[in-house]
């Protein structure tokens, strides 16, 4: 069975960065597609970031040209790099992962079967 684990999260100031990490092990292995997802109190999980198998990565409207997404295969890592952090991205930060991910369901829940316990990010004003 496949495990994730997040670390990164953290209080940060409005236009701060931060940089999440999510280790892999198990069935949860390299050629997994992989995702991030959030979710802030009183609302539904959205699709952050997901890099295929192929290496093309989606990125959600609200992100682009701020957040980025890589992959370090050899640490079995996914990272989510944040900058210009406002307070709308304020939420617990969830890696994802499975072995097929239509491009239909990148950023959708449903897409992934297994989840990390997530990472708090709060971001001030």
């Known amino acids: 069975r496949g495990q994730l684990v997040e670390s990164g999260g953290g209080s940060v100031q409005s236009g701060g960065s931060l940089r999440l990490s999510c280790v892999a092990s198990?069935?949860?292995?390299?050629?997994?597609?992989m995702g991030w997802f959030r979710q802030a109190p009183g609302k539904e999980r959205e699709g952050v970031a997901a890099i295929e198998r192929s290496g093309r990565i989606t990125y959600a409207d609200s992100v682009q040209g701020r957040f980025a997404i890589s992959q370090d295969k050899s640490k079995n890592t996914l990272y989510l790099h944040m900058n210009s952090l406002k307070p709308e991205d304020t939420a617990m930060y969830y890696c994802a992962a499975d072995a097929e991910c239509p491009p239909p369901l990148l950023l959708r829940q449903i897409g992934y079967n297994y989840w990390g316990q997530g990472t708090q990010v709060t971001v001030s004003s």
């Open positions: 198990g069935y949860v292995n390299n050629n997994a597609c």
